[in-house]
């Protein structure tokens, strides 16, 4: 050996040089995917790897504290990390802008693909940009079809449920539907809701942003036409076509967004693949015109199974594999299981998109957050007038500003 061989092979260093105090600080940065490799590469390192303190920092950048704990459930951190902690973290994917404040809290960390040696899926790739494909991207709510702004003009109201959240209580092999409901005295209590698998299609209309998108567009009617007086008071001849050239390009963007928000999403009866009714709720307010709480759900998770049981010949069951899934939500109705079954009063609204060969759970990892259990329902309990206040500020100020008061 060379002179030089044999100082370049005295300046490298093994991670086994650095001692146990700084090698473990190197392992609690590494990745799970990577930590678990580690244990592969030698005794020395397998050994490292599998102290629990390692596991125990990875587990608390992870999951939220207040469920990082051994005892009943598992005996180690690295126990506990491998299950994904499924026996004490909930898995939660918020569906609304305004939900997004109040499910938020320090400690809940996104979801991430875990590793190998575990048996749940990881992360799916790829995104729609549907209302479940971008859960914080797109409001989620269920508004009643023949809504009034001005009810003492005729029958009926101002009704809509907003969803806030859907929570994977995997313990408990429950799902909790977090939802926020305001409407008249008359408001329909939220047991008769429903959700429904159906094949995925065209999303909904995202109804907030066009109705901001056509306020935006009545402002400008209002300056083009100041615009246009001003060019008719010069007698400018370029600048007057030029301000009824956009005035009539406004019109037309004007009806087009005013059709779009009158095109109610509607549920196609081939499409669907099997409704799931609430086996219960939990709601922190229950009071005429306001329902806020949880509708709990039983095995949603289990549509990949349920698709795998119906015969190949089904038409849903291969346009569900080709197009992939939708969760739909129905406030106050039970979706409608024949053909010609009763027709629904409130819109549906899509909870989440499941892609083709994908899950639910997927989409809870890609998209959600990891929680304690039922924490959501607490945090809806306790917060002020003005949180509660701030989920509606979309509401038509005709309805808003209604006396006496609409939203109490």
Known sequence: MSLQEE?????????????AGPLLLVLRKLPLQDLCRTQE???????AAQNDLVWQAKALEVYPAETVRLGAHYSTYQELVRDDNAEQASLLLPLDLAAQEPASRQGEAQPQQQPQAQSSPGSAGGDRGSAGGAAGARSCSCRYKFNRLQPELGAGGFYECLALALEWDRAAHVFRLYIDARGEA??????????GFTVHRAPPPDRRALERRLAQLRERRVQLKRDLAAALARDAGEAIRRAEHDLARNATQRQATQLELGRQYELRF???LTVVRPAGQELVVDRRGHKLGCLLFDSLHKIDVLLAELPDSYASKQQAEQCGLDLNFCYANPIPVMPHGALVDYEPCVVASVLPGSSLRDVFRRQGRYAVPGALLQQLESEGPEARRARWQHVPPQVLGRQPPWLV
């Open 7 to 19: 100082a370049a092979g005295e300046s490298l260093l093994s991670l086994l040089d650095l001692g």
């Open 270 to 272: 081939a499409d669907l």
């Open 186 to 195: 008359d408001l329909r209590q939220p047991g008769d809701s429903s959700l």
């Open 41 to 47: 590469v030698c005794k020395a390192l397998r050994d």
